[in-house]
């Protein structure tokens, strides 16, 4: 379970980053 959370956290950083720069 502490995987999954940490994976799903990660794509939403990753998303935040990636999101203003495809913008």
Known sequence: MSL???????LHLVQWIIDPIKT
């Not at 999954?4 to 990660?10: L, M, P, Q, W």
């Open 4 to 10: 999954f959370v940490f994976t799903i956290a990660r």
